[in-house]
């Protein structure tokens, strides 16, 4: 005689674990995650200074910057890498004005890239000296700190397409060439704040990463010493990806780029 209580009670508990697994499943589903394959197409290989090989993704541009795969100092696309102050070639873990290499203590006795008398040496330099170019001093010949063109060329719709995503669990931003003949090729820029005094401010709100020229402030025509200019990008209702500035003491990640010999 079959004992219905006890067959009712096995279907359940049957029943309980299979929804556990369908709604484990729908938890473990993530409608933002791309793989590393979407990172590693359109690859080349460029040896550094250290001997070390290093990648870079072709983007198509017409300046033919090739963009590093990862920050300086990172081994993945996801990870951060180095933080690195303004015109500092070394990285370092406290960032604060009197530990910044170009001033003597504070914002009003800067020492060097300075156009203003009330702070500090005036030597006019508003872009960075090759020998004060991290990229360039850690991996070699070619390499460089972006610029604000080139900053502005990776945002234009007419190169690529911006996609927030997560790389391995990590948040950030997908740029994708549109171009002819490169579509997909892609480079990602994860969330990673800045440094501030020992303490990692927006780090999972913004990316930012230092470009090699002080802050041109637009509306009063004119430079702000104690500032650069850097890539901001942060995902909003409306994503906001502009060109900002940072006082030049903090520490920001640095995505190099690499120019091809002609």
């Known amino acids: 005689m079959i004992n219905m209580n006890k067959s009712l009670f096995t279907l359940t508990g049957m029943f309980i674990a299979l929804s556990a697994m369908v709604l484990t499943g729908c938890e473990k589903e993530d409608k933002d995650a791309i793989s590393m394959s979407d990172v590693n197409k359109g690859i080349q290989v460029i040896q550094g ?20 795969k990862c920050n300086l100092g990172a081994t993945s696309p996801e990870k951060t890498g180095s933080f690195f102050a303004w015109a500092e070639t070394t990285p370092k873990t406290m960032f604060k004005w009197v ?31 090759i020998s004060d170019d991290a990229a360039n001093a850690i991996l070699g010949e070619g390499w460089q700190v972006p610029n604000v063109d080139d900053f502005l060329e990776l945002l234009a719709p007419r190169n690529c397409k ?15 060439s549109v171009k002819k003949g490169f579509e997909g090729n892609s480079i990602f820029i994860a ?10 401010r927006f780090k999972d709100e913004r990316a930012y990463l230092w470009s090699s020229e002080m802050y041109y402030d637009d509306l009063n025509q004119k430079y702000i010493p104690t500032f650069a200019s850097v890539l901001e990008l942060e995902h909003t209702d409306v994503d906001n990806h502009v060109i900002g500035s940072r006082e030049r003491y903090l520490g920001l990640p640095i995505r190099p780029v690499f120019h091809p010999k002609n």
Do not use: H, P, Q
């Open 99 to 129: 530990e910044y290499k170009w001033a003597d203590g504070d914002r009003l006795s800067i020492t060097k890239y300075n156009d203003n008398e009330e702070n500090g040496l005036v030597d006019d330099k508003t872009v960075l000296d």
């Open 162 to 176: 911006i996609k927030w995503c997560k790389l391995n669990g990590v948040e950030g931003f997908l740029f994708t």
């Open 49 to 68: 200074a250290d001997g070390k090989d290093y990648e870079v993704v072709d983007l198509g541009l017409v300046s033919g910057n090739l963009w590093a």
């Open 191 to 200: 969330v990673s704040g800045m440094s501030d005094n020992g303490k990692l």
